[in-house]
T-cell receptor, first 114, second 117 residues
Framework: GENVEQHPSTLSVQEGDSAVIKCTYS??????FPWYKQELGKRPQLIID?????GEKKDQRIAVTLNKTAKHFSLHITETQPEDSAVYFCAAPNLSNSGYALNFGKGTSLLVTP | NAGVMQNPRHLVRRRGQEARLRCSPVKGHSHVYWYRQLPEEGLKFMVY????????ESGMPKERFSAEFPKEGPSILRIQQVVRGDSAAYFCASSLQGGGRTGTEAFFGQGTRLTVV
């Protein structure tokens, strides 16, 4: 099945700095790459996604880039704030089966210190 | 607009008992997914259902686990004869159309935290 690798597993940055989280996927046919944010004890929530026909997408302080040739995509958070502290998950469709479910990376625990 | 509702939020079961987890999708959504999250780990896909049909159960353990999404009522994830290793957070998600490769957003519930003692 689709194998999604995510790095780093933990990331600590100072408020105002940028944070970058990277993911790789194995199936070149994958076409949809969402990022979810999960605060402690809460539900995962979609923060941004990108489709394979686009190389970059930006939404205020958050951006996602996709390199289809290298099969990796990255989440970029600029001007980080303490409320950005959470676990971030990348995902890609599980094409080995129905293709409708998502395979998630193991997550990156981001800590933004004031 | 109520989101995905899961209940109970917390469930404690003794080894050997049955656990029933419920999920009501976003109103109008007919696609439901169940994921399991172990401590310090990501979300592991278990099963994908549409109304009255199991579409993809490739992530579901072969024994003791079952899921349904009846025509009326919530989706149910059932775990029979629970063991300590079943302790985890179980999340349900729903989407308007089939998610994944269609690029349709999946909305998650708050999860059910199952503890087996």
């Amino acid at each position: 099945g689709e194998n999604v690798e995510q790095h780093p597993s933990t990331l600590s940055v100072q408020e105002g700095d940028s944070a970058v989280i990277k993911c790789t996927y194995s199936d070149s046919a994958s076409n949809y790459f969402p990022w979810y944010k999960q605060e402690l004890g809460k539900r995962p929530q979609l923060i941004i996604d990108i489709r394979s026909n686009v190389g970059e997408k930006k939404d205020q302080r958050i951006a996602v880039t996709l390199n289809k040739t290298a099969k990796h995509f990255s989440l970029h958070i600029t001007e980080t704030q303490p409320e950005d502290s959470a676990v971030y998950f990348c995902a890609a469709p599980n094409l080995s089966n129905s293709g409708y479910a998502l395979n998630f990376g193991k997550g990156t625990s981001l800590l933004v210190t004031p | 607009n109520a989101g995905v509702m899961q209940n109970p939020r917390h469930l404690v079961r003794r080894r050997g008992q049955e656990a029933r987890l419920r999920c009501s999708p976003v109103k109008g959504h007919s696609h439901v997914y169940w994921y399991r999250q172990l401590p310090e780990e990501g979300l592991k896909f278990m099963v994908y259902l549409q109304k009255e049909n199991i579409i993809d159960e490739s992530g579901m353990p072969k024994e003791r686990f079952s899921a349904e999404f009846p025509k009326e009522g919530p989706s149910i994830l059932r775990i029979q004869q629970v063991v300590r290793g079943d302790s985890a957070a179980y999340f349900c998600a729903s989407s308007l159309q089939g998610g994944g490769r269609t690029g349709t957003e999946a909305f998650f519930g708050q999860g059910t935290r199952l503890t087996v003692v």
